[in-house]
C-alpha cells in the first residue's frame, strides 16, 4: 500500500510539472528562416528539410501536349551542393530538364527556378517528383517532393493491394490477401 501511494505521489508531482512548462514555439518545422532548432524540433519528432518545393501549376494540365512548369526550390537553411533530379511517375512524363541540375547559389530564402517540360497523356493521373538534395552544416540531406498532375477527366486512383468489398451497410472494406513468413 505505502509502494502504491509513492507511486501516485510522484504521477501527480511529474503531472504539475507538465502543466507548467511554458507554451511551445509557434514555428514548428520549417516555420521560419531557420526551421528547427540545432537539437531538432521542440516536440523530438523528425526535423523538417532544409528546403521548400513550389509550382505555380497543380492538378489539371492540358492533355498531350509539352507543358512547361516552372518548379522552384528554396533553402530554409544555409547549405551548399544543391541539386534537383525530376522525375514522372504514374503516366506523367519528364521531356526537358529532368536530368540533375546543381544550383551554384544556396542562400536562405533566395529562389531557384528550375523550368520543366512535362506531358501527361489522356485519361493519366500522376505525379512530377522533384528529389532534392543539399549539404547542411558538413551533413547531407535529401528530400523527395510530389506534384499532382492529371488530364482533364482523370482522377488519382487508391492504391491498394487487395479486394474492395462493399458490406451490407454501404461501408468500403479492403480484402487483404493472407501471407505467410
Known amino acids: 500500500m505505502k509502494n502504491l501511494l509513492v507511486i501516485s505521489t510522484l504521477v501527480a508531482a511529474m503531472a504539475a510539472c507538465a502543466c507548467n512548462r511554458s507554451p511551445a514555439p509557434a514555428a514548428v518545422n520549417g516555420g521560419g528562416a531557420g526551421g528547427s532548432s540545432a537539437t531538432g524540433p521542440w516536440n523530438g519528432g523528425k526535423p523538417g528539410a532544409p528546403f521548400t518545393v513550389t509550382s505555380a501549376v497543380e492538378d489539371v494540365v492540358p492533355t498531350d501536349v509539352d507543358v512547361t512548369l516552372l518548379v522552384t526550390v528554396t533553402p530554409t537553411r ?52 522533384v528529389d532534392v538534395t543539399a549539404e547542411v552544416d558538413g551533413r547531407a540531406t535529401a528530400g523527395s517532393y510530389s506534384i499532382p498532375l492529371r488530364a482533364a477527366g482523370a482522377s488519382f486512383a487508391r492504391h491498394t493491394t487487395g479486394d474492395v468489398v462493399i458490406t451490407p451497410t454501404g461501408e468500403r472494406v479492403v480484402k487483404m490477401p493472407a501471407t505467410e513468413r
Not at 525530376?86 to 542562400?107: H, P, Y
Not at 520543366?116 to 505525379?127: D, F, I, K, Q, T
Open 78 to 129: 544555409a547549405c551548399s551542393k544543391l541539386t534537383t533530379v525530376v522525375r514522372g511517375i504514374d503516366g506523367v512524363a519528364v521531356r526537358a530538364s529532368g536530368e540533375r541540375t546543381a544550383f551554384v547559389v544556396c542562400q536562405v530564402g533566395v529562389d531557384q527556378p528550375q523550368p520543366v517540360v512535362v506531358r501527361v497523356p489522356a485519361g493519366v493521373a500522376g505525379y512530377l517528383v
